[in-house]
Structures are given as C-alpha cells and as structure tokens.
C-alpha cells in the first residue's frame, strides 16, 4: 500500500479539487490559517493605537507582535506531531477553540502586560491550527491535484493576511483595538462548524501511541525566549542582555541533547540531513526573516512619520491582496510542471526591488506614486515564490509526515519573522528613544534595506542550492489513477511503487524523511 493513503483510514478515499468535499475541505484550513495569519499583520496597523490606550512603549510594542510569534514559532513543530499522532482534524479544532478564548483575553487586557501575556497565549493556540491546516491539505488530497490545492490555500491565505491591516485599521478607526482580536470569536465559530461537518480525519498510523515530546517544545520555547529578550531588550544593558543570552544558549544545547535521545522528538535532527529538506527550510528562513520586519514597521511608519490614518495604512497592502489571489494558484501549479528552484530564485528578488522602493516613503508620501509601486512589485515577488516554497518545503516529506514537515516548515517561517522583528531594528537603531520622532525616519529606511539584502540573499541560496526535480511525484496521479495518460507512464509508475514498496524502513537514525539509506546502506523506503 502506498504511504500516502496509510495516512488515512481505509475507507476515506483521496480527495479531489474539484469535489465538494474537497472545496469545502479547503475551505475550513484557509479560514483556519487565516485566523493566525490576519493575527500576525493585523495587529501592526492598531500599534498606534494600542500604545496610546496602554502608555506602551516602543519595546513593549515589539513584545505585543513578538509574544504571539515566539510561542507559535516554539510550540508549531510539537502541534505538527501531534497532529499526526491524535488526528490532524482534531488537533486543528483544539487549537481554533485555544486561540478564540486567547483572543478575548487579548480584547478585555487592561495593561500592556496582560497584551503580552495574552498574546503568547494567542500564539501556542495558532501553533496547533497552523499545521494542522496544511497537512490535512498534504494528506488529504489526491497527489496531482495536491500542488493546486497548496497553491489555493498559500494564495488565500495571502489574501486573508494582505486583508488584516485593513480591516485592522477600520476596525480602530470606528471602535477600539480591542476589536482587533475579538473579532476573532465569530470567525473562530465558523472554521469549527466547517470543520466538524466536512473535514476528515487523517493521521499517522505509526505514531499511535508515541508519546509527545513535551520537553522538546518547552526546551525550544526557552532557547528562543532567551534569544529574543536579548535582541528587544537590548538597551537594558549588560546585566539582562547576558543572562538572556545564557539561557537562550542553554536552551539551544538542551533541546539538542534531548532530540538526538527522544524516542519520537518533536524536531527529528536528522532530517536536516537530507539536502533538500536543509535547502528549502534555510530559503524559508531568510524570506520570512526578509518579510519580517517590513510588516511590523510599514504600517507604523505609514501613520508615524507619512501621517496616514489606520484605515489608510491599511489598504496600503490591497494590492497584494489582489495579486495574490490572482497569481498563487496558478504559481504552484507552474511550479509543479517547470520545478520550483527558478520562481524560488526570481521570487525574493522581485520583492526585494519591491522594499526599497518602499524605504523611499517619507512624511506626506504619496500613496499612489511613493506606496503603490512598491507594494505591488513586492506582491508579485510573493505570488511568485510562496506557492513553490510551501510545495517544495513538503515535497521533502513522505505525506504521513506532513505534520512534522509542515510543522518544521512553519517553525523555520516564523522563526525567521520573529528574529528579524526582534533583530532588524536594534541593527537599524529604532528604539524606544526613537519611536514617534523623526529619527523612526532614518531607522525605518536602514531596516528596509537590510531586509531587502535579506531577500536578494534567499533568493541567491535557492538559485545555488534548491533541486529542480523536488516536485517530480506531485505531478502524479495516485495508484488507481496510473496509466490515465499514458500507458507505458503509469506502467513505469506502478512498477517503480511496487519496488518502493519492498524496501527496508529507515534505521532510527536515519527517518523515512531523510530518504538516504539505512544501516546495511540499502535505500530507504519512501
């Protein structure tokens, strides 16, 4: 039997993209991905606003964004395995159910403190949904409508992301920010209606009964806590700066020791053995690193220094939202037929020109000739790259393993924006004596260009190290579908599955993941 179907009951049968089940299957892991992604822009646009309710100041403002994101970038690789082991279906609505009461916590908070507090919350919730919401797609799908329904939902997604900081800003121009989150609630309630009714349930068989590697998560939570409070808090001085960076090393080294000996780690170290797997996640970390800072700095810029209102910043990001939806769909379906290494190249490329016409903003810009061109060169860099990224990323994964790989992914995603909010305006002097003065200006112009140099980095990686042939098996069709096109095709397809099928399992050593060989030096069954 193929892996891909081992990750389903026996009765449940591959889904199709143009089926009901499967429009609707998509349906529910856009709305629910989309739930954590307007999260993590949306709030950008109410900072403002949030830090005049509260009397926050810039670095208390950096934690508000950084809370949500080191808790889901720490916690999203044990949501991933988790889901593979409980059920994907049920691992998802936990954490749509988490992140809605975490988000009314977020709207009642009454001091910055509990915003932060609150927002970590926020963030384990989105680390149960996220990757539960791309690998119900990976494990769900027939294989060669998989790259079109991972292009959809990357697109929709975008879009849902691009919408945030408008709706974002509407929201506090004509009630309170706290609506920012509590608006949440009702559109929790419907992704978990959608959810029970249409979404089926998939697992890993071979993970019944594996306890989860709880100390793992916790381990990598304290590694990257350490390291972020060393970055924000950095104008502290010595005396927090070291301990920080003592604990955060001290993490690191534990939740090394801790993987290599776990009999199911949350974050199997082996698998970045496998080039591809390597190639694709250290691309995703410099892209989203690249991205990182120009979300969380854009808007506030926009109405701190260029004087537009919130619901100005906002829009700001419509054309991406266009562009997105437009284009994804179809760049991961060209993806699968060209390979991806060449729109993972062009990609962050174009984005990058996209940022540094976005550094040219300043006070009394305008929108049309100084914050559209820019915007929108940037959205077609995305467009182009995010679909084959995300396809690429998995492809590297058998799909009974699409949490962990999903999760990996994510982890990588988020890690790289977490640093670079933290990181990127400490190194281009934004502080809390700079913010709301004229000197955010200059601050704001140097981050931008790091991140575009961020951006033509990844770009140039991918270019070097990414495999043109990594999407080769999602342009075929399942056992029963073989020879539809072709029939001396699908005669090499079976036969090259059934010889797949007699090799040995992985030593534990080296996963099923890595796809190299086991200990007698045989390949490893994929």
């Given at each position: 039997m193929p892996h891909e179907s081992a990750a389903r009951s026996p009765a449940?049968?591959?889904l199709t993209y143009t089926s009901a089940a499967g429009r609707w299957t998509l349906l529910a892991t856009v709305l629910g991905s989309a739930l954590a992604g307007i999260d993590a822009t949306v709030v950008n646009v109410a900072l403002p606003a949030i830090g005049a309710d509260l009397d926050a100041d810039f670095t208390a403002l950096q934690w508000t964004v950084s809370a949500y994101a080191l808790t889901l970038a720490s916690f999203i690789l044990l949501g991933g395995t988790l889901g593979d082991r409980f059920g994907r279906r049920r691992v998802f609505l936990i954490g749509v159910g988490w992140f809605a009461v975490a988000s009314g916590l977020c709207g009642l908070a009454v001091n910055a403190e509990m915003l932060i507090g609150a927002r970590a919350l926020q963030g384990v919730g989105a680390a149960l949904l996220t990757p539960g919401s791309l690998s119900i797609l990976q494990s769900s799908f027939r294989s060669k409508d998989r790259a079109r329904a991972i292009g959809a939902w990357s697109g929709l997604g975008g879009v849902a992301t691009a919408i945030g900081p408008l709706l974002g800003g509407w929201v506090v121009d004509v009630a309170s920010w706290r609506w920012v989150f509590l608006i949440n609630l009702p559109l929790a309630a419907v992704v978990a209606l959608v959810a029970l009714r249409h979404v089926p349930e998939s697992h890993d068989p071979g993970a019944d009964g594996s306890r989860a590697d709880w100390s793992g998560g916790v381990l990598g939570a304290l590694a990257l806590a350490g390291l972020t409070f060393a970055l924000i808090e950095s104008d502290a001085g010595a005396a927090s700066v070291l301990p920080a960076l003592a604990v955060a090393l001290l993490g690191a080294v534990l939740f090394w020791w801790r993987e290599r000996r776990a009999p199911y780690p949350v974050l199997p170290l082996g698998v970045f053995a496998a080039g591809q797997f390597s190639a694709t996640n250290a691309v995703t970390f410099f892209v989203y690193g690249g991205f990182g800072a120009l979300f969380f700095l854009l808007v506030v810029h926009l109405q701190v220094v260029a004087g537009f209102g919130p619901v100005a910043a906002g829009s700001a990001l419509l054309p991406v939202t266009v562009i997105m939806l437009l284009l994804s769909s179809r760049s991961g379906a060209l993806a699968a037929r060209i390979?991806?290494?060449?729109?993972?190249?062009?990609?962050?490329l174009v984005s990058a020109s996209g940022i540094l016409l976005l550094a040219r903003i300043g006070a009394d810009a305008s929108y049309v000739l100084d914050v559209l061109p820019g915007v929108a060169l940037f959205g077609l860099g995305l467009a182009i790259m995010v679909a084959p990224l995300t396809s690429a990323a998995l492809a590297a994964a058998p799909p009974e393993h699409a949490g962990?790989?999903?999760?990996?992914?994510n982890a990588v995603a988020r890690t790289g924006g977490l640093l670079a909010v933290a990181g990127i305006p400490l190194l281009a002097g934004i502080g809390v004596d700079t913010y709301d003065s004229p000197a955010f200006a200059d601050g704001y112009r140097q981050a931008l260009w790091l991140s575009a140099a961020i951006l033509a980095g990844a770009g140039t990686l991918a270019a070097l190290v990414v495999r043109n042939?990594?999407?080769?098996?999602?342009?075929e069709d399942d056992g029963d579908d073989v020879g539809d096109d072709d029939g001396e095709q699908g005669q090499r397809l079976a036969?090259?599955?059934?010889?797949?099928?007699?090799?040995?399992?992985?030593?534990?050593g080296a996963p099923p993941l890595m796809g190299a060989c086991d200990h007698e030096g045989k390949p490893c069954r994929r």
């Open positions: 449940q049968q591959p390979g991806p290494r060449l729109q993972m190249s062009v990609g962050p962990m790989a999903s999760g990996v992914n042939d990594l999407l080769l098996d999602e342009g036969e090259g599955r059934a010889e797949t099928s007699q090799l040995p399992h992985c030593a534990v």
